[in-house]
């Protein structure tokens, strides 16, 4: 079972959802868990008898809303003596999920879901400083050392941004791959996702190509055997 961890201020909810519905599509079994301040998921994934915290099955996908750390996951879940984690080797079949895609927008949550044991993780923010700051204050907590990927959202893609954020970055207790992720933030995206959310369903169809070449690079990323054009073939639904 590989965990994700989704790090940042930034909104994720869309972009999360997106990426596990593609690692579904892909026949993987995924968990998402939205421990996010905002907890947007809970207003975009249907559920009859929302609770505090609550598991529930979408698009054949679990959703978990309103856990703390990845123990109380695991012990609502039932889990705790049932399941491996994987930092890169194979699967085992007793794991309940392939991927488990975690939310966290707080050093409390990033330590209470153990991120730095993570297979991966991604900083996700916007050039906005509001979440720039934000997210920074969550790299100042990290006391043991941890490895990040940069992915970036922003209405037009300069590279002196990138250079404003890596001296804002510069001296965390982080190891930074070499490599970052675009995307490329357009209203009509968005009016995909608002007419999705409200038709209850997560579609591919009218996103924007420049979406989804940035989510089949995150999978490619995530899992290095999916191939691009096997991930445009299922994008065109």
């Not at 892909?26 to 975009?44: C, G, H, T």
């Not at 609770?51 to 809303?65: L, P, Q, R």
């Not at 794991?95 to 993780?121: C, M, Q």
């Not at 997210?135 to 941004?161: A, C, H, Q, V």
Request: charged share 30%; hydrophobic share 35%; proline share 2%.
């Amino acid at each position: 079972m590989k965990i994700i961890g989704f790090i940042g201020a930034f909104d994720k909810t869309n972009f999360i959802m997106y990426t596990a519905k593609l690692l579904q599509l892909l026949n993987y079994k995924v968990l998402v868990v939205d421990s996010s301040s905002i907890q947007k998921m809970r207003y975009i994934i249907p559920t009859i008898n929302p609770t505090k915290s609550y598991v529930t099955d979408f698009e054949n996908m679990d959703f978990a809303i309103g856990f703390d750390n990845w123990q109380s996951v695991i012990n609502y879940l039932g889990i705790e003596e049932d399941f491996e984690l994987d930092n890169g080797e194979e699967n085992t079949d007793n794991n309940p999920y392939d991927y488990v895609l975690i939310d966290v927008d707080s050093p409390e949550k990033l330590e209470g879901f153990e991120l730095e044991n993570a297979y991966k993780n991604y900083f996700v923010t916007s050039f906005d400083s509001f979440n720039l700051k934000k997210g920074m204050s969550i790299l100042e907590s990290i006391s043991n050392p941890i490895s990040l990927t940069k992915i970036l959202f922003s209405y037009e893609l300069r590279r002196e941004d990138e250079e404003y954020l890596n001296n804002l970055i510069f001296g965390y207790n982080v190891d930074w791959n070499k490599y970052t992720m675009y995307f490329h933030i357009l209203g009509d995206d968005n009016k995909v996702f608002e007419e999705n959310q409200r038709l209850e369903r997560i579609k591919f169809r009218k996103l924007s190509m420049e979406y989804k070449e940035s989510l089949s690079y995150v999978i490619q990323d995530i899992n290095k055997d999916e191939n691009k054009s096997k991930l445009k073939r299922i994008m065109k639904d």
